[in-house]
């Protein structure tokens, strides 16, 4: 049994009367959304859906009393057709993409959003035999897994996220080989076979019934979803005359897709991995990872996460990609992200017991292969 209510949450107040020093984590949550020219604070606006929980080792259940007020275990998680109307179009519009439609004309998108079904939830259900517990790994793509041997202990979970350049292929004693959920944008799902071609890589996880779910970075995501929807060649944009379809390997349905909400990115960026990147003239282009996007998607739909491939406190001894086996390669820290607060962040949540980071051994051999 489910039932949702929508409210309006401001986190400043909040923050007046619990700002403090416990950790690098506590420091981070804000509710600050930017304007083209000057800084506004507006109200976090969630939807709530609540349902009865069954699993006594659920996360939902932990007794850090920080995580749990800055954690909503019911937000809205999904944008379909149902979920848009004018109201929401100027809500949203306040705020910049990926985060809100503030550069957006509405006749570029709404029609679109309004080809979007609902989405069937929850994403996942528990296995038989499980007690109601729903376990994941999310697997990340960080040179950390070379020489890892975890394939076999994260093919072992209930489901697997992956986003991103998730090759499988002839890695599979690191990384294991199940994709249930794969997370991605459209450039990723179109650029990855290019980028990582030489490392084997040929096209996004195509495991059978498996859940595809799209982070919608900028109006380019929204020309793809157009295409994708209709089965037909992208109209306009970068990614003008190519077919969506073709880059799910025939496993592309209506029925296991899902489109991640603007609310949803904010809310993890707001109370979670606020940069103080977001505080100078770059703020437009600042946001989470898609691999940070994904963790906090399993946070929202699993009972237990677990958490391969992510940057540690000793990511220097590794290069950034897992498929990087022959050389070397000092990790690279794109301009868009914040990775050292990400990985603060993953730190963090390790201790609280919230998630289980994989990290190596300091006394385990470190070498390319």
């Given at each position: 049994m489910m039932w949702c209510l929508m409210f309006v949450f401001s986190w400043t107040s909040f923050m007046k009367k619990h700002r403090g020093n416990r950790s690098s984590l506590e420091n981070q949550f804000t509710v600050l959304d930017k304007g083209e020219n000057s800084v506004h604070r507006f109200p976090v606006h969630f939807v709530m859906c609540f349902s009865s929980q069954t699993c006594a080792q659920s996360l939902?259940?932990?007794?850090?009393?920080?995580?749990?007020k800055a954690f909503l275990p019911n937000v809205r998680l999904f944008l379909h057709k149902d979920s848009i109307n004018m109201s929401e179009w100027n809500r949203l519009s306040h705020f910049n993409s990926p985060f809100g439609f503030m550069e957006y004309k509405y006749e570029d998108v709404i029609p679109v959003l309004k080809l979007i079904p609902k989405p069937k939830e929850p994403l996942l259900s528990p296995k038989p035999g499980s007690n109601g517990c729903v376990r994941c790994a999310v697997v990340g793509t960080g040179g950390i897994l070379n020489g890892s041997k975890m394939g076999a202990e994260i093919d072992a979970h209930d489901y697997v996220f992956r986003m991103n350049g998730a090759i499988t292929e002839g890695y599979?004693?690191?990384?294991?080989?199940?994709?249930?959920?794969?997370?991605?944008?459209?450039?990723s799902i179109v650029k990855s076979p290019v980028l990582f071609k030489e490392y084997g890589y040929k096209s996004a996880p195509h495991d059978k019934g498996i859940k595809y779910v799209m982070m919608p970075e900028r109006l380019k995501d929204i020309q793809w979803l157009e295409g994708l929807l209709k089965g037909k060649r992208v109209a306009a944009g970068p990614f003008r005359k190519k077919t969506p379809r073709l880059y799910y390997?025939?496993?592309?349905?209506?029925?296991?897709f899902y489109v991640l909400h603007p609310d949803f990115l904010r809310y993890i960026r707001n109370r979670f991995l606020s940069s103080p990147e977001l505080k100078t003239e770059r703020w437009p282009s600042i946001r989470p990872t898609n691999g940070a996007f994904t963790i906090f998607l399993a946070l929202h739909t699993c009972d237990t996460v677990d958490a391969y491939g992510f940057l540690t406190n000793d990511f220097e001894k590794y290069s950034t990609y897992y498929f990087q086996r022959d050389t070397k390669i000092n990790f690279f820290f794109h301009p868009n992200h914040d990775f050292l607060l990400e990985r603060d962040l993953w730190i963090d949540l390790h201790n609280m017991k919230i998630i289980r980071l994989y990290q190596r051994n300091d006394t385990e051999k470190v070498e390319q292969r």
């Amino acid at each position: 049994m489910m039932w949702c209510l929508m409210f309006v949450f401001s986190w400043t107040s909040f923050m007046k009367k619990h700002r403090g020093n416990r950790s690098s984590l506590e420091n981070q949550f804000t509710v600050l959304d930017k304007g083209e020219n000057s800084v506004h604070r507006f109200p976090v606006h969630f939807v709530m859906c609540f349902s009865s929980q069954t699993c006594a080792q659920s996360l939902r259940n932990s007794k850090d009393e920080f995580f749990m007020k800055a954690f909503l275990p019911n937000v809205r998680l999904f944008l379909h057709k149902d979920s848009i109307n004018m109201s929401e179009w100027n809500r949203l519009s306040h705020f910049n993409s990926p985060f809100g439609f503030m550069e957006y004309k509405y006749e570029d998108v709404i029609p679109v959003l309004k080809l979007i079904p609902k989405p069937k939830e929850p994403l996942l259900s528990p296995k038989p035999g499980s007690n109601g517990c729903v376990r994941c790994a999310v697997v990340g793509t960080g040179g950390i897994l070379n020489g890892s041997k975890m394939g076999a202990e994260i093919d072992a979970h209930d489901y697997v996220f992956r986003m991103n350049g998730a090759i499988t292929e002839g890695y599979e004693e690191d990384i294991g080989k199940r994709t249930s959920v794969y997370v991605h944008s459209a450039h990723s799902i179109v650029k990855s076979p290019v980028l990582f071609k030489e490392y084997g890589y040929k096209s996004a996880p195509h495991d059978k019934g498996i859940k595809y779910v799209m982070m919608p970075e900028r109006l380019k995501d929204i020309q793809w979803l157009e295409g994708l929807l209709k089965g037909k060649r992208v109209a306009a944009g970068p990614f003008r005359k190519k077919t969506p379809r073709l880059y799910y390997s025939g496993q592309y349905k209506k029925t296991r897709f899902y489109v991640l909400h603007p609310d949803f990115l904010r809310y993890i960026r707001n109370r979670f991995l606020s940069s103080p990147e977001l505080k100078t003239e770059r703020w437009p282009s600042i946001r989470p990872t898609n691999g940070a996007f994904t963790i906090f998607l399993a946070l929202h739909t699993c009972d237990t996460v677990d958490a391969y491939g992510f940057l540690t406190n000793d990511f220097e001894k590794y290069s950034t990609y897992y498929f990087q086996r022959d050389t070397k390669i000092n990790f690279f820290f794109h301009p868009n992200h914040d990775f050292l607060l990400e990985r603060d962040l993953w730190i963090d949540l390790h201790n609280m017991k919230i998630i289980r980071l994989y990290q190596r051994n300091d006394t385990e051999k470190v070498e390319q292969r």
